[in-house]
């Protein structure tokens, strides 16, 4: 998985409530030149139409298809959230997220990115890992096993 980049992790942040973790999870990406600003809209819209909550702790937030064009190049971001965030619409539906996925894909090619990301967060141990793990340079050894 050669798409990470150590500048768009971030570990032990504490957020409060989804639409903030989907925005820092967009905020990275355009920080560092892989989306527009408008991209983050994007993503709390399609957050909206169908919940980014994947299940085993994961969400994974990316643009709707209006928002395909803010994208400059492909990119991930990560946020581990060790505390979790709520991404249910019920606090009585608790899903509760530890690590956040932010997406965006230029003509696909995300998609192999996002296999693997499924992939290995279908094993609740490997999200424990991810959602422990010190540093940047942590996760990125964690993913780069998926290969």
Known sequence: MDALDKDLILVNQE?????DAIKAAGQLLVDHGYVEAPYIDSMIARNK???????????????????KQYI????ISIIQVPWGV??????ADEKLVTVVFGI??????HLQ???Q???FCSDINNVEKLADAQSAD?????????E
């Open 113 to 115: 990115l996002l296999s």
């Open 117 to 119: 990301i499924a992939l």
């Open 86 to 91: 709520d991404f249910s619409d019920d606090p």
């Open 72 to 75: 400059k190049k492909t990119g």
């Open 49 to 67: 139409d169908v919940s980014v909550y994947m299940g085993n702790f994961i969400a994974i937030p990316h643009g709707t298809d209006d928002g």
């Open 104 to 109: 965006a894909g230029l003509n696909g090619e």
């Open 138 to 146: 942590e996760i990125i050894n964690l993913l780069k096993e998926v």
């Open 15 to 19: 957020i409060k409530t989804k639409e």
